[in-house]
């Protein structure tokens, strides 16, 4: 009993000092901080530090990449607000499927829930990736729903060569540390590499059909800006188009838990 207890502690601790230090790099605003802190004491208690590290080299990959070129990005219009910095709701977003996958875990065991683990948080990279260095690109993305419509950078359900190359890379990341850690014993190390790859592939496209077809589209009134925000410039925006619900964080959401469902059916099936 006074192992568990010192052990629980001790997650505590860790979360608190990984929260402090993307605070202060300014990688988290105050408010993901706090989310931060919940979604990583929440894979401790699933996984345990294994887990832990998965969704830290989540957090650096993406952080980085968020950050790389971001003055070009910024000038593009479409950078990640407030320099990189991730709220809350972003922190949600992308960690909440796994913080629920990891707590399932915790509360009925089995280690069935590992799978649908990794595939949240590899949908959760491809798709950070896939923007990030899609907005890169030096040819206009071409919408999901029709490629033969090529459409403005930054479009919802835009998609282009490299950020689709660099979504396999974030994927395929995510399920070479699965393998090294062996965060799946029961299965091969080959499996485990490709259903976390494939689910979180499956999973970044849908986010990017999502994007393209329900995701809500506003006018900033005030700046005349065209945005996926709910608010601009301290005002709601006037919608365009979507539903009004739906935005980014949304989608986020629903594609990391897609990527998870789809990683734990082929986990289970083959």
Known sequence: MLSSAIEL??????????GLIALKAKAVDFGGFIASIFIG????????????????????????????RYNYKDRLGFAQEK?????????????????????????????????????????ATADTLATEIGLLSKREP????????????????????IGTVSAFF?????????TILNIIPEASPIKVLTIVTFGGIVGSITDSIL??????????ENCG?????????G????????????????VNFSSTIIGAVITLALFILT
């Not at 502690?9 to 608190?16: N, P, Q």
């Not at 974030?170 to 699965?178: D, E, P, T, Y």
């Open 9 to 18: 502690i001790v997650y505590f601790l860790v979360v608190i000092v990984f």
């Open 41 to 68: 004491y929440m894979i401790f208690l699933g996984g345990g530090w294994y887990w832990f590290l998965i969704m830290l080299i989540f957090f650096v990959i993406t952080t980085q990449f968020t950050k790389f």
């Open 83 to 123: 320099g990189g910095v991730r709220s809350w709701p972003n922190v949600l977003a992308n960690g909440g499927a796994a913080a629920i996958f990891s707590i399932m875990e915790f509360r009925f065991g089995g280690g069935i829930y590992a799978a649908a683990f990794l595939g949240a948080v590899a949908e």
């Open 142 to 161: 071409r919408l999901i729903t029709n490629l033969k419509k090529k459409v403005p950078t930054g479009t919802s359900g835009g998609i282009t060569l």
């Open 170 to 178: 974030g994927s395929f990341i995510i399920g070479i540390m699965a």
């Open 211 to 220: 994007g393209a077809t329900i995701q809500r589209k506003g006018l900033c």
């Open 225 to 233: 800006k065209i945005t996926e925000s709910l608010r601009h410039c």
């Open 235 to 250: 005002k709601l925006t006037k919608k365009l188009r979507g539903i009004g619900f739906i935005d980014n964080n949304v």
